[in-house]
Each structure stands twice: as structure tokens, then as C-alpha cells.
């Protein structure tokens, strides 16, 4: 059918069967005048003008709408409609003078009603300003907040009829805030080589930890508190990754089940922190105290980087509720397909930003320069940052969004890290984005837990993963630490579940276990889930030491998820998205047991290892070539007969690799202009369920090697120190890691 007989269809349908009649808010008048105002900036910036009269200037950009009214909300709910007449490069704007901080506001944007082309104005909508700085309130998704009548019986047009129900009194409103001095901070600006990330949920960090009051936990206030910076700092992480703190709405698949968006991958207000992670209230209140938040790591010497959805909105697909930008531009915010009634879903949430459009890309860059030059973060990592990098439709790497990026004066200078994919057709581009970029690195991810589940087909693509990934980042002068070496993240197993679980058990998201992915790369260790054998629990253990201590002496930057060092457990969850519970929390209890702070003391200790050694932090590329003027290379690999690596075996299956990091001749000067130097070190991995010989390398290679790391002790506290002859046969423990200090 054709869209125009599919239009006359429907409305047919509509006279017949009658759309739900409208329940309006009975408006108050306004005030006899709003002045103009300025169109920039956009969003409620409250000010005191040159003649002294305080008020606030709104300002929103609504393309191709007939007229906007601003909505103040009273504390009892009442609501005022003021039109906003001035309209300046499709900016409706209006200055209203005694508006103050705390306010609560949004707008009803008027326009055709249109689905056919794309056009889905309904100012029976209460719509979310994109630059509130504040939320108060929450969705709840009621039949009322769609644009369209949601329960319509013909579900395949449902998103072509009009709701004329006011949804004003279901959904949460933007609030003024009035911007305080940041000035007082200082950021510790640690160099990305030096870096090491601990990716954190700011709700599930804190909610059952036992020395933050319990009114602080899941909230801004307790991720500064000092109990939890004290474990930051102990472990030896230098930045935090926050799992999105945007404002984010709750899908209504989700709470007709009982359950929440837990995460927060569903972005509504993209300069306002999420409400509900505030202890001091949340009509601005929020926003100070995220900004003491930032405050507070800093003064502890920790980075804030935020994981940020510019990729998509909670406002779904066409069957999606009309929260915000849907309802301002629905064609000039969104990617729509050559039948406009249809989203270009790149991101497999139902909507694509736009953001070829350039109020979009404005939208976008506001929003992160706000957060670093207002709310003191360090650092964004972009969610599926493949599908911002599309022009029209192909990933393009010159594409407007990254093109901003590159030349713009404050985000340029903050650490930007890149989701390298999307789910769309030619979305997986690893090593593919621009300098200034690092990237995670799945391939990283993939190798490391192959070869210590013993599925490498060869220890090709280990080499090139344990030494940052040069086959994928060695190019247009991007450096090892482009590479964000991960073993685990927040979607997937944890780390403990990675050696408890092969398959994955997400029955309580309500799905049929049908969601998450199915190719884990992991192995259990001999018992599905959850064991009272001794043996198995003591090879899981040692598992989890090897998989760490891989990771953190690997080149790059590392990445842990915060409660992997202490054997933090999801029951076999590998998308745990929905569990805002002990599923997703993480159980301070099990520091308590003697095995788990074992194995957080072994985080602690090779980090304090990869911060004293630089070689363990490499600024440049190994070259393989000789460094140093006794013509020994910064980079050799060995085999278990203590002879280098052939052609021929790296093209062969491996258990034992040995690694050789020459601190000689370090690339680059440090600070002071002096050359980098350093301790040499020869890594053994060995993945064998048996116990193996290695042939140290002797001169001119080592004279001897002192023992600093064996994963194969439980108790990591004391260092082995034992003294090993070079040209002396070494017995490798069973799936261990070893690390040894080169003596001259």
C-alpha cells in the first residue's frame, strides 16, 4: 500500500473507532510579557541584566515547528504557558524576568501532525529541554507520554494516531540552574601511558558498602566519600570510568516487568547528572554535588571519565514515547529511513541521532565542552562511536563529528575513548579512528582469554595484543596506549564469572535468556556456576590471578571493572543491564574472606609494579631492532628451550611464551629532558595444566633473574625474590604467570 492510501486508511480507521479524547492541564495565565531575550545560549541560562532585573533566558531550537509555549511548573504541579515569539535561525526564544534557580520548566512545541514524512509535533506533550542542566521527576511511561496512541488496536499504524492526552503531569521537568566557580579544582592530568582505568557504576560502586552512611550509598555524595576513594587509591587506579550519568529514562518493556534500566544506556537530558544518584535533592542540587564529586578524586589524584550515549535516545522507534527531541524536530534530530515514518536504527535502540545535522553536532559538542569546562570531567568514552562517525550513511573517518572533535580547543586536550563499532553494516572499525583517539580493543579482549582457556590457534595475535597492538595502531603516529586492553567490561561476564560460567544464565532479566551474547570465551574450570570443590575454586583463583596480572603488565592503557579484583560475581549474568540489585552491586563483604583480599592485594601490587617501572608503560612502539649499544632488542620472545621465537612458532599452537622488555634505552626523555631507563624484565605466560621447564636466557641477554611475580601463590604478599641463573632451566607452576627482573 501506498503511503498516501496508507495515510487515508488510517484516518478512516481514527473516525471510525475515535482517538482518546484529550485530558489537558488547565493552564494559568501569563505574565502580560516575556521579553525577547537572546538566542544564545541555548537551554534556561539565569542571569542579572545590565538594568539589574534577575530573570532567566529560554532558548530552544525547534526547526521547523509553527510555535513553542514555555511551561513553569509551581510546586503543586500548576502550570503556566508563556509563548515564546521571538524566533531568530529557527531559535525560539524569550527572556522571562523574576525566573530564578529551581524553577521547573519545559516546553510544547505546536507543528503537523505527519508521520508519513516525518513530522510528529504534538503539543499535547510535555517535552524535555535538551540543555536542561537539572531533571526533577521520573518517567514512568504511561500510555499518556506517547505521541501516538500506544495501545491502538491496529499496532502496525499505532504510531500514526495522535494522543491528545497531556502528559505534563507524568513525566519530569527540566530545572534552572545557576552555575557555580569551578575554579577551586585542579585536575591531575595524568599522561595516557601512565593511565589505568576502573570502569564503575556510581549507584552499584557504593550501595552496600559498609563504611559509607547509608544515605550516601548509590549516590554522587558516596563515590566521594572517603571510604571509597580510600580503595581507589590503594588499588592504584588513575581514573575512573562512570557508567552513564546523564539523565536516562526506564524502557516500559522494563518496568512492566518490575525492573529497571540499570546501567543507563538510554540518554534523555545530555547536560543534567541523573537524578536519582543524588543524595541532596534534585531541584539542582544534583549538579553541585556531582561537581564535589569531581572535586574530591581530583584531590586524590583520580581522572573522571564519563561513558557517554550521544548515539541514540530512550525516545526508542517510531512505537517509542515522545520525551524530547522527537517531539521539537522529530526530522531534524533523528536519522529517518527513505519511508520517514522509520528510524535508521544503527544502534539496535531504535533511533540514530543525527548528527550530520549541524544543530545535532551543536547539541553534542555543547553538551561535552559543558562537561569539562562546568562539571570538571577528564574524559569521554563514546558508546558504539561508530555510528557518531557516520556522514550519511558509511562509517567516514573524516566525518563532521570527529572532524569538531579534532580542531576544537577544549576537547581535543581531554582523554576520548571510542566504542570502535556499531551494530550497523560496515560498523566495526577497531584501529580504525583518528589520532587523538585510543579505542577499546576487543582483539585484546579475545586473545588474552583464548590462550588462557588454551583456544589460541596460534600466539600470533597474543604477541601483538601483550605489546600494544601495533598491527592495528601503529599508523598516523597513534601510540600503544590507543590500545584500552580490557579482559572484562560491564556487558559481559565479570571476571570471576568468566572462570565459573561457559554459558550464559540471564533468566532473571525477564528475556528467556535469550539476550547477551553466547560467544563468552570462557571456561568454568570443570563446573558450571557456583562450587563447594576445593580444587575448582583453588584453579579459578589462580585463573583469575593470571588473567589480572595479563592484563596489567600488558602495553597500553588497562581497563578493570570495578569488583574483578576481588572476585566479584554476577551468578552467571552476562547482562546484567536490568539488575539494580545485588546482582549488580558490588559485595564489599568479600574482602572479608581471606581469598579475595589476596587477590585485590595482587591488583594492588602489579600496578604499584607498571607505576615504578616505565618499561611496563612504554610511551612508543617496541621495535624489535637493537636499542642500546650492546645490540640487544627492546623486545624478544622466547620459547620454553630458551631459544627466540622462530617464523615457524608463532605459526604453531603454544602454551608458554616467554616476553623480553628491555629497560635499557626506552624511547623518549622524561620531564627534565634525560633519557628514560629502566629495570629489565622476562614475562613467562604459561597455560599448560602441567608444570614446565624454561631455559632462561643467559648472557648477553641476563646473568641472572630475580623472581618478582608467580601467580601460581595465593598469597602475594611477600615478594618470592628467589635468584635464578641466566642459562639455568627454570620449573614453570601449572597456568601460571611468572615475572622475572633482569640482574646484570
Known amino acids: 500500500m501506498s503511503s498516501a492510501a496508507e495515510q487515508a486508511a488510517v484516518q478512516e480507521t481514527v473516525r471510525e473507532a475515535g482517538a482518546p479524547a484529550g485530558r489537558q492541564s488547565a493552564p494559568t495565565a501569563g505574565p502580560a510579557t516575556v521579553w525577547p531575550g537572546a538566542p544564545t545560549p541555548l537551554g534556561a541560562r539565569f542571569r542579572v541584566g545590565p538594568d539589574g532585573v534577575a530573570g532567566t533566558n529560554f532558548a530552544l531550537w525547534a526547526g521547523g515547528a509553527e510555535a513553542v509555549e514555555l511551561c513553569l511548573f509551581d510546586e503543586e ?19 522571562v524576568p523574576g525566573v530564578r534557580p529551581g524553577q521547573r520548566y519545559g516546553y510544547r512545541v505546536h507543528g503537523r501532525w505527519d508521520p508519513w514524512t516525518g513530522a510528529r509535533w504534538n503539543a499535547a506533550k510535555l517535552l524535555l529541554d535538551p540543555y536542561a542542566r537539572a531533571v526533577d521527576g521520573s518517567f514512568t511511561l504511561p500510555a499518556e507520554v506517547y505521541g501516538h496512541v500506544r495501545d491502538w488496536p491496529h499496532q502496525q499504524v499505532a504510531d500514526t494516531v495522535r494522543d491528545e492526552r497531556d502528559s505534563a503531569p507524568y513525566v519530569p521537568k527540566g530545572v534552572v540552574v545557576h552555575d557555580d566557580d569551578w575554579a577551586e579544582d585542579r585536575r591531575p592530568k595524568t599522561p595516557w601511558a601512565d593511565s589505568v582505568i576502573y570502569e564503575l557504576h556510581v549507584r552499584g560502586f557504593t550501595k552496600l558498602h ?81 561537581k564535589r564529586m569531581v572535586r574530591a578524586l581530583h584531590d586524590a589524584g583520580i581522572e573522571v571519565i564519563l561513558d557517554v550515549v550521544y548515539n541514540h535516545t530512550a525516545e526508542a522507534g517510531e512505537l517509542g514515547p515522545m520525551l524530547s527531541l522527537r517531539g521539537i524536530d522529530n526530522r531534524g534530530y533523528y536519522r529517518l529511513q527513505p519511508d520517514a515514518r522509520r528510524y535508521a536504527d544503527y544502534t539496535g535502540c531504535g533511533n540514530t541521532l543525527h548528527v550530520v545535522q549541524p544543530h545535532v553536532l551543536r547539541l553534542i559538542t555543547d553538551s561535552l565542552r559543558y562537561w569539562v569546562t562546568e562539571m570538571g570531567v577528564d574524559g569521554f568514552r563514546f558508546d558504539l562511536a561508530a555510528a557518531l562517525a557516520r556522514s550519511m550513511h558509511d562509517v567516514d573517518m573524516l566525518s563532521p563529528f570527529l572532524a569538531v572533535i579534532a580542531q576544537d580547543p577544549v576537547l581535543r586536550r581531554v582523554k576520548l575513548i571510542a566504542e570502535p563499532w556499531d551494530v550497523g553494516s560496515g560498523g566495526y572499525q577497531v584501529g580504525a579512528f583518528p589520532p587523538l583517539w585510543t579505542e577499546w580493543n576487543d582483539h585484546y579482549r579475545d586473545a588474552v582469554r583464548d590462550f588462557w582457556r588454551g583456544a589460541l590457534p596460534d600466539v600470533r595475535d597474543l604477541g601483538y595484543r601483550l605489546t600494544g597492538s601495533s598491527d592495528l595502531y601503529a599508523w598516523g603516529g597513534r601510540r600503544p596506549y590507543a ?7 560491564h556487558d559481559g561476564f565479570t571476571l570471576r564469572d568468566l572462570v565459573s560460567y561457559e554459558q550464559k544464565h540471564n533468566e532473571a532479566n525477564g528475556e528467556g535468556n535469550r539476550d547477551g551474547t553466547s560467544d563468552n570465551r570462557a571456561w568454568n574450570c570443570g563446573a558450571e556456576g557456583e562450587s563447594d570443590e576445593p580444587a575448582v575454586n583453588a584453579l579459578r583463583r589462580r585463573q583469575l590471578r593470571n588473567l589480572l596480572t595479563t592484563l596489567l603488565l600488558s602495553t597500553g592503557v588497562p581497563m578493570l571493572v570495578a569488583g574483578d579484583e576481588m572476585g566479584r560475581t554476577q551468578r552467571g549474568n552476562n547482562n546484567a543491564y536490568c539488575q539494580d540489585n545485588e546482582v549488580g552491586w558490588l559485595d564489599w563483604s568479600l574482602l572479608d574472606r581471606p581469598e579475595w583480599r589476596a587477590l585485590t592485594e595482587l591488583a594492588s601490587r602489579v600496578l604499584a609494579l607498571r607505576h615504578t617501572h616505565p618499561v611496563l608503560r612504554r610511551r612508543a612502539f617496541f621495535s624489535g631492532r637493537a636499542q642500546a649499544a650492546d645490540g640487544l632488542r627492546d623486545l624478544a620472545w622466547f620459547t620454553r628451550q630458551g631459544e627466540e621465537m622462530t617464523e615457524q612458532d608463532w605459526y604453531a599452537p603454544a602454551a608458554t611464551v616467554g616476553l623480553y622488555l628491555s629497560g635499557r634505552d626506552i624511547p623518549g626523555r622524561d620531564a627534565h629532558g634525560e633519557p628514560v631507563t629502566d629495570d629489565s624484565f622476562l614475562a613467562i605466560l604459561h597455560a599448560d595444566h602441567r608444570p614446565s621447564g624454561f631455559l632462561l636466557p643467559g648472557p648477553p641477554w641476563a646473568r641472572s633473574y630475580e623472581l618478582v611475580l608467580d601467580t601460581s601463590r595465593e598469597d602475594q604478599t611477600a615478594a618470592p625474590g628467589t635468584v635464578h641463573p641466566g642459562d639455568g632451566t627454570l620449573t614453570v607452576p601449572a597456568r601460571s604467570v611468572l615475572l622475572l627482573r633482569v640482574g646484570e
Do not use: C, K, M
Open 77 to 95: 504541579g500548576g502550570e503556566r504557558r508563556l509563548p515564546l515569539t521571538e524566533l531568530t535561525h529557527e531559535i525560539w526564544h524569550g527572556f
Open 483 to 489: 590500545s584500552v586492553n580490557f579482559v572484562t567490561a
Open 210 to 290: 559498609p563504611e559509607i552512611p547509608e544515605e550516601l550509598r548509590g549516590t554522587y555524595a558516596g563515590l566521594a566519600h572517603p571510604a571509597a576513594i580510600g580503595h581507589l587509591r590503594r588499588l592504584g587506579v588513575t581514573a575512573v570510568e562512570l557508567l552513564p550519568v546523564h539523565q536516562f529514562a526506564h524502557e516500559d518493556h522494563l518496568l512492566r516487568r518490575g525492573l529497571r534500566n540499570y546501567w543507563g544506556y538510554n540518554s534523555i537530558g545530555y547536560f543534567a547528572p541523573h537524578a536519582d544518584y543524588s543524595a541532596s535533592g534534585t531541584a539542582g542540587q544534583q549538579v553541585g554535588e556531582f
